[in-house]
């Protein structure tokens, strides 16, 4: 039987899973620190309940881990800095340092590396874009912060991506304001020239799963796979690897053995 080529989707979603959203609510102020909780809670998924203010919630005894990072010694003191943040916004830099230090203290077995970067109206467009793609498939989400007059000096958790055949894109959030997705043109029009991005350059822990799913023409789905990160047999390194294809191989001769 001849091989027949695969079609080329017509568009195409890149998106990380099981990422906590936290939101910022009326205090826009926060937005840098509420998606840096969440960068952080991506990739050490043992911290997602210290970051919460449920019932379960061990914030309140245990602290704050992204707080507990910066050099206040008082309540007082943390009270000023909140303050700071909530009327001015808080700054992306001393962010990545704070999560830097959060991975020295309480993760120093990971070899796990936040770096801040700065983009201008000179080199973003693809070659930003392409960076954002690059980190999604890896399984790394990464923080953006624009400036515009039309949506607002921001920060958000960028978790995924999507693109068509025409050329158009889109960025996939977990915003702290509560928006789900931005068209990548819509944001490059209105940004006021400078971009700023936390991501990861080095993470030798867990990592989300990624779905992805192509359509069509007709707008049908035509592949769609949900991939783990995940190191088989003599792999040196773990990647990312078929779901279906992991369960079948490990999880379904178990339960054969189990039943017999």
Not at 44 to 58: A, K, N, Q, V
Not at 63 to 85: A, H, I, T, Y
Not at 178 to 197: P, R, T
Request: net charge neutral; glycine share 8%.
């Amino acid at each position: 039987m001849a091989n027949h080529p695969r079609p080329v989707p017509r568009f195409r979603q890149v998106h990380l899973l099981g990422i906590p959203a936290y939101h910022q609510g009326s205090h826009d102020g926060l937005c840098v620190y509420y998606a840096a909780a969440m960068l952080a809670a991506a990739l050490f998924p043992e911290l997602d309940d210290r970051f919460g203010t449920g019932p379960g919630s061990r914030r309140r005894r245990v602290g704050d881990p992204l707080l507990n990072q910066f050099s206040v010694r008082s309540k007082e003191g943390m009270q000023r800095l909140l303050s700071e943040w909530f009327f001015n916004g808080q700054e992306v830099v001393p962010t990545c340092r704070a999560l830097n230090r959060l991975v020295r203290h309480e993760f120093s077995d990971m070899c796990t590396r936040f770096v801040h970067e700065r983009k201008t109206r000179r080199n973003v467009g693809s070659a930003l874009f392409a960076a954002v793609t690059r980190s999604i498939d890896r399984g790394l989400p990464l923080m953006l912060r624009w400036r515009s007059a039309e949506f607002g000096n921001h920060c958000v958790l960028v978790v995924g991506y999507e693109e068509s055949a025409t050329g158009a894109r889109w960025l996939v959030l977990n915003d702290p304001g509560g928006m789900g997705s931005v068209s990548w043109q819509d944001l490059m029009n209105v940004n006021e020239g400078l971009f700023e991005i936390v991501r990861v350059k080095d993470h030798t822990g867990v990592r989300p799963d990624k779905r992805v799913v192509e359509y069509d023409d007709e707008g049908e789905i035509t592949a769609r796979k949900v991939y783990r990160w995940w190191r088989v047999d003599a792999e040196v390194e773990p990647r990312f690897h078929d779901l279906a294809e992991l369960v079948a191989r490990f999880v379904a001769p178990r339960a054969e053995d189990d039943a017999s």
